[in-house]
């Protein structure tokens, strides 16, 4: 089944205390995408990646590392939690315009979303 | 830079009755339209989507939305709602660059009553 795994789908910490949000996907898309989700904001991204290697901020990025060493892994890294970065975390994914073989026609800019992880910091 | 306003933060509706979740988006350039439904407790799911063309897309479950670019509206509805379609709405905008970026609208909460 193609889809977007994330774990671990809960997480309580305390400040300060590094912690790795993963997410893998199977449908070797090219492009990933970190975003969080808060109450009355919407969902806002955080990091994201157009292939391998090739990773650049989004909107809210401050506090947060990532890494694309592979195709099909993303991982978000907190290196020091703070409370403000209480939240619910999605990855995404999408194949590139560029991937398909057939140009505009294939380009879907489609989605795919992991189902969450709801972190908590103390 | 885009931004994206749901006009209505929540829609109580009956059972088979119609529904119109508002949309309006701001943006300087050409960007692609987006509905995406969260079910209690998971991920966000594609409804809809406008890239080109016709300007009224149909989606997923009955789904329907219109772009209006004179008005930057991209109202979702649907004629007849179920109970199983109590979930939070997002309308989302893509500025069709490299970054891809989903800018969310916060979301409107439809509850079907029966």
């Known amino acids: 089944e193609a889809q977007v795994t994330q774990n671990p789908r809960y997480l309580i910490t305390v400040t300060g205390k590094k912690l790795t949000v993963t997410c893998s996907q199977n449908?070797?898309?090219?492009?990933m995408s970190w975003y969080r989700q808060d109450p009355g904001l919407g969902l806002r991204q955080i990091y994201y990646?157009?292939?391998?290697?090739?990773?650049d901020k989004g909107d809210v990025p401050e506090g947060y590392k990532v890494s694309r060493k592979e195709k099909r892994n993303f991982p978000l890294i907190l290196e020091s939690p703070s409370p403000n970065q209480t939240s619910l975390y999605f990855c995404?994914?999408?194949?590139?315009?560029?991937?398909?073989?057939?140009?505009?026609?294939?380009?879907?800019?489609?989605?795919?979303f992991g189902p969450g992880t709801r972190l908590t910091v103390l | 830079a885009q931004s994206v306003t749901q006009l209505d933060s929540q829609v109580p509706v009956f059972e088979e009755a119609p529904v119109e979740l508002r949309c309006n988006y701001s943006?300087?350039?050409?960007?692609?339209l987006f509905w995406y439904v969260q079910y209690p407790n998971q991920g966000l799911q594609l409804l809809l989507k406008y890239l080109s063309g016709s300007t009224l897309v149909k989606g997923i479950n009955g789904f329907e939305a219109e772009f209006n670019k004179s008005q930057t509206s991209f109202h979702l509805r649907k004629p007849s709602v179920h109970i199983s379609d109590t979930a939070e709405y997002f309308c989302?905008?893509?500025?069709?660059?490299?970054?891809?970026?989903?800018?969310f609208g916060s979301g409107t909460r439809l509850q079907v009553q029966p």
């Open positions: 995404a994914s999408s194949p590139n315009p560029s991937s398909g073989g057939a140009g505009f026609g294939r380009y879907t800019d489609t989605q795919y």
């Open positions: 943006s300087s350039v050409s960007v692609y």
């Open positions: 990646s157009m292939n391998v290697e090739v990773t």
């Open positions: 989302a905008v893509s500025d069709r660059t490299g970054r891809r970026a989903l800018t």
């Open positions: 449908m070797n898309h090219e492009y």
